[in-house]
């Protein structure tokens, strides 16, 4: 029977049209030549710490490589929803933790540009993408991250300007 087939089947699950078509559920994880599973062991993040969001990985023993290892993991994990999963809303989640738990690290910055630069770009939504902006000018200021922040903050004016005339 062809996966086609299987389509057209009636009330037919897609684990029995997986089941049928001999593919197994996890299969259809994968991403292209790399699952979530395999990108989250290059983070070093198990799939259960994943379950809870943001909040679900474990904090490290409090020495500053395991900050900064941490950091990193969830900076990379916000990265993978975001270009991989397309969902950028826990992109946003993850994120915010690396600048709200993170902010001494050096992806703070970037993870707080990262926050503006969604919301204006891939979510559409102005009011927040400005607000987001003039975060990273506050919390980082005279940072080239700032100085990214605010000539974008200033486009977005012009645009929403131009658009509200």
């Known amino acids: 029977i062809s996966f086609a087939d299987t389509?057209?089947?009636?009330?037919?699950?897609?684990?029995?049209?997986?089941?049928v078509s001999e593919i197994s559920f996890a299969d259809t994880l994968m991403l292209p030549a790399v699952s979530i599973v395999d990108t989250l062991a290059l983070l070093e993040i198990?799939?259960?710490?994943?379950?809870?969001?943001?909040?679900?990985?474990?904090?490290?023993?409090?020495?500053?490589?395991?900050?900064?290892?941490?950091?990193?993991?969830?900076?990379?994990?916000?990265?993978l929803y975001l270009f991989k999963l397309d969902n950028p809303d826990l992109a946003i989640d993850y994120y915010t933790d690396v600048v709200s738990h993170h902010g001494e690290c050096a992806l703070a910055p970037k993870a707080a540009l990262a926050i503006a630069y969604v919301r204006d770009n891939i979510l559409d939504q102005p009011v927040l993408a400005?607000?987001?902006?003039r975060d990273v000018m506050v919390l980082f200021p005279g940072t080239e991250h700032a100085i990214v922040a605010e000539k974008a903050l200033a486009a977005l004016v012009e645009r929403e300007h131009i658009l509200q005339q």
């Open 46 to 79: 198990s799939f259960a710490d994943t379950l809870d969001g943001p909040e679900g990985i474990l904090a490290g023993d409090g020495d500053e490589d395991d900050i900064s290892d941490l950091a990193l993991a969830r900076f990379r994990t916000a990265e």
């Open 130 to 133: 400005s607000g987001a902006y």
């Open 7 to 19: 389509l057209m089947l009636p009330a037919v699950s897609i684990v029995d049209t997986l089941a």
